[in-house]
């Protein structure tokens, strides 16, 4: 199986990594993510390395580390360094392959590409990560609608947090889109506890199916 599926989100530290993990797990692939911005503490990729449960190599390196904490257009200008998108060319690999966007669909790389453009460009599946909370239906939905205007094929939602029946459901009918389950928050946060969330709240033949 060589799919490859870009996990991106609503926003910034809803937990998509945590799913990323998860799923990158569940698949048995690989994970790459394109640009981690902020490296004092424990980056995205080694987030993964600690949760997936992947053999050795199977987490890629980023294709740029910039220092600071920001957008990585921002973080990327502090550094000296240019982003640009032939820089971001996925990996084709033979087996599956999870890939992270950082921060929302309309982060910037530089000051005329966001990582929607890099996604439109790219035509792979996306897996949206939402949270549960108050003011999730308005950024899922324009999340959903800026996909679409841009033939960017959605597998489907990914809502992380508490149960929030409604609101996911307001979603998946306003959105004409899949909920593909629900992660919750997990204490302790473990390679155990997650590969268990997962198993239990994931269809992977759902996912893997694609759009």
Same mark, same amino acid.
């Given at each position: 199986?060589?799919?490859?599926?870009? %996990?991106?989100?609503?926003?910034?530290?809803?937990?998509?990594?945590?799913?990323?993990?998860?799923?990158?797990?569940?698949?048995?692939? @690989?994970?790459?993510?394109?640009?981690?911005?902020?490296?004092?503490?424990?980056t995205d990729s080694e987030v993964v390395e600690r949760l997936a449960g &992947?053999?050795?190599?199977?987490?890629?390196?980023?294709?740029?580390? &910039?220092?600071?904490? &920001?957008?990585?257009?921002?973080?990327?200008?502090?550094?000296?360094?240019?982003?640009?998108?032939?820089?971001?060319? @996925?990996? %084709?690999?033979?087996?599956?392959?999870?890939?992270?966007?950082?921060?929302?669909l309309m982060v910037p790389i530089n000051r005329q590409t966001r990582f929607?453009?890099? @996604?439109?460009?790219?035509?792979?599946?996306v897996i949206l990560c939402a949270r549960t909370e108050l003011g999730t239906?308005?950024?899922?939905?324009?999340?959903?609608?800026?996909?679409?205007?841009?033939?960017?094929?959605?597998?489907?939602?990914? @809502?992380?947090?508490?149960?929030?029946?409604?609101?996911?459901?307001?979603?998946?009918?306003?959105?004409? %889109?899949?909920?593909?389950?629900?992660?919750?928050?997990?204490?302790?946060?473990?390679?155990?506890?997650?590969?268990?969330?997962? %198993?239990?709240?994931?269809?992977?033949?759902?996912?893997?199916?694609?759009?």
């Amino acid at each position: 199986m060589s799919k490859r599926i870009v %996990v991106t989100g609503t926003d910034t530290g809803i937990g998509k990594t945590v799913f990323a993990a998860g799923l990158a797990g569940l698949l048995d692939g @690989f994970y790459w993510k394109p640009v981690q911005s902020g490296l004092d503490e424990e980056t995205d990729s080694e987030v993964v390395e600690r949760l997936a449960g &992947l053999p050795s190599g199977r987490v890629l390196p980023e294709a740029h580390r &910039l220092k600071s904490p &920001l957008s990585p257009h921002r973080s990327a200008e502090i550094d000296g360094v240019s982003i640009e998108a032939a820089d971001l060319a @996925f990996p %084709v690999l033979p087996t599956p392959l999870v890939i992270e966007g950082a921060g929302g669909l309309m982060v910037p790389i530089n000051r005329q590409t966001r990582f929607i453009d890099i @996604f439109a460009e790219w035509r792979l599946p996306v897996i949206l990560c939402a949270r549960t909370e108050l003011g999730t239906i308005n950024h899922t939905l324009l999340s959903i609608e800026a996909l679409r205007a841009r033939s960017i094929p959605l597998i489907g939602v990914v @809502f992380i947090g508490e149960e929030a029946a409604d609101t996911q459901r307001t979603i998946t009918e306003f959105g004409a %889109v899949r909920r593909l389950g629900r992660l919750p928050h997990l204490a302790p946060l473990t390679r155990e506890t997650l590969r268990e969330a997962m %198993v239990a709240g994931f269809d992977l033949a759902q996912i893997a199916g694609g759009e």
